[in-house]
């Protein structure tokens, strides 16, 4: 079962550092109705992997990668809101990225896809909201790549958004950020399979998607809760690999082996690629003086959070978007939140992320 | 030039997963003098990767990895004391490690090299020392692993030391460290040139190497210290790869190529396959009840260092530490060091690590 619509983007798609896509789509999702001042939209982005399945539906009641957040009564209430989830531009989950088909060549674009930016993410939804008769959301959220998403939405289209809510994102990609990310690029592009980026579908660069989705994964939780929920615990008897001088032997090796697992199979590297490299690159200060921008975006009130444990965007960060919000006259909360999970305490603590959110899109 | 001596290991060593090593020395260097009661002596173990070359001598006058500690007059000041620094058993730096030649077949041990342990690398150097004349230690000190491996001698040699210093250690690897290393092994043991361990001088596994300290590199140091000392700046123009889709565009990429470069050149993998794995099974509490063991140790004192930016040997590690040292009825100072540099400050924050490691000696 498949809930996924495509909105058709402008052909051509002009690409924010050159180049431009002709027949892109962008896949997403709905929840809730519009209604018929269609003022009631909230425009959710995504963080580098998941699709635009954010919640279950009718039309496909598998869970979503933000189950528990987005539903009627939930902190994202879709009896209130018209929600749409879009499939970042550059992904492989419906969206046009490295891995769809080229109509030029009727090949598959791989490394002949323009550069990516956030910026093209975030116009590719601003594309995908007009197609849908929407002037101006209510909302436009997102957590980690999807809150330097936002950022670029404010930036980019004045006047687009009333409401910004910003989840462990950074105006500008942090040294450690961009190092951890190019390393996990590197894993795959040293891989012999991936071929200069053409591998084949039955051989992908699986062994360097791995270990760069192993290292993310470090990189989205923290020491601390890694110490309470695994500690030194072994590896599962029927995961350990015996004749294998350096297997695995703890627990938190065989879960990021198994998570690991998980993401290869379904997503491409290319495409990991482009995206990966889009949040090295993102710097909301290109498009000028932050605060001059975000008071052009005519924003009425922002909401920021970050978690005291993230290690790929820090506390710091978030506090400087909030300060530059605020320094633009926009109402803005700016809630650090001690969760254990780091990065990924979005995903997992839905209680306070939930608590967050839900209290500022009722105040509105 | 070179400083080093050599130490035999008794003929069999026994190893303490079992197994033994026949002919196997330590490469070690000394700075000072011996006194005539023999009880000035400080022997001083290393982190994963570096030689017993802690600081300039007259035989060997370039600079050690500890250059400004170790010296006349310095925190650890051989005017008074008979420093000892080893080379790690399973290291490659002159003592006898995987990339030795087994006596028994006259090639190199590579993966017949039996099992490693922190407790055979506290063995190696308690044998070195007994092997100088020397019954008792004032203090045995380590950073690092060596704060894994002083532990482990106070453990299996109660009596040997009468001070110990920890600095940025872990009575226990953490799932976090483990996490992270074992992505670095990992990182080696795909690389093709790896060839199960059997891989030719002309041709190590270098990409997997290189990978694996970029990525070691990262946990070593913190976020907020790269903000500061790289923020986005671009790659130096020579360092850039034209042609290369994904190549190095920010100075931190270029940074850890940089150092990754120096390091392979001169480390060999299957030894550092075998400490990585030591580090990450080390456990005291294999040895027994800690506070028993440290008890038993018969130790009069004892400084715990840890730095509160260090993500990998987190803060909380030290202090369970000293709290079991002063459980142990031990006269403990646990420092908690406010250092930007990470699980690497005691390389790079001379004065802060001096003033507390000096204090400490000075006061015995």
Redesign the interface.
């Known amino acids: 079962m498949d809930a996924r619509k495509y909105a058709s983007m402008s052909d051509p798609f002009p690409m924010w550092r050159g180049g431009a896509l002709h027949g892109a789509r962008i896949a997403y999702e709905t929840w809730g109705t519009l209604n018929a001042a269609r003022d009631n939209a909230l425009l959710l982005f995504t963080g580098l992997s998941p699709p635009a399945h954010a919640a279950s539906s009718p039309a496909d009641p598998s869970h979503g990668w933000w189950q528990g957040m987005v539903g009627p009564g939930l902190a994202i209430d879709t009896e209130r809101y018209f929600v749409i989830c879009v499939n970042s531009l550059g992904s492989c989950f419906g969206s046009t990225g490295p891995a769809s088909i080229n109509p030029a060549t009727g090949k598959p674009y791989r490394?002949t896809f323009p550069d990516l930016s956030v910026e093209d993410i975030a116009r590719a939804g601003f594309e995908t909201v007009r197609r849908l008769g929407i002037e101006r959301l209510d909302t436009v959220m997102g957590p980690s790549l999807g809150g330097m998403v936002v950022l670029a939405y404010a930036a980019q289209f004045p006047g687009a958004a009333q409401r910004l809510v910003c989840i462990s994102g950074t105006a500008?990609?942090?040294?450690?950020?961009?190092?951890?990310r190019?390393?996990q690029?590197?894993?795959i592009?040293?891989d012999?399979d991936w071929k200069g980026?053409n591998y084949s579908a039955e051989r992908p660069p699986l062994?360097g998607q791995r270990?760069a989705r192993?290292?993310g994964t470090?990189t989205y939780?923290?020491?601390?809760e890694?110490?309470q929920?695994?500690?030194?615990e072994p590896i599962r008897e029927d995961m350990r690999k015996r004749g294998d001088?350096?297997a695995?032997?703890?627990?938190?090796?065989g879960y990021?082996e198994a998570l690991a697992q998980r993401f290869v199979n379904v997503f491409d590297a290319n495409c990991y690629?482009y995206i990966s490299?889009a949040m090295?690159?993102f710097?909301l200060a290109a498009h000028g003086d932050p605060v001059t921008l975000l008071r052009r975006a005519a924003l009425s009130a922002a909401l920021v959070i970050g978690v005291q444990t993230d290690?790929l965007f820090?506390l710091?960060e978030q506090q400087a978007i909030a300060r530059n919000l605020e320094a633009a006259g926009i109402i803005t909360r700016f809630a650090s939140l001690p969760c254990l999970e780091g990065h990924d305490a979005f995903l997992i603590d839905l209680e306070t992320f939930g608590r967050e959110i839900g209290a500022f899109l009722r105040s509105g």
Not at 221 to 224: E, G, L, P, Q, Y
Request: aromatic content about 10%; charged content about 20%; overall charge positive.
């Open positions: 490394l500008a990609a942090a040294p450690f950020a961009i190092a951890l190019s390393i690029r590197e894993a592009t040293h012999p980026g062994t270990l192993k290292l470090v939780r923290s020491a601390a890694w110490a929920r695994f500690g030194r001088a350096f695995s032997e703890f627990a938190i090796q990021l690629l490299r090295d690159r710097d290690l820090s710091s």
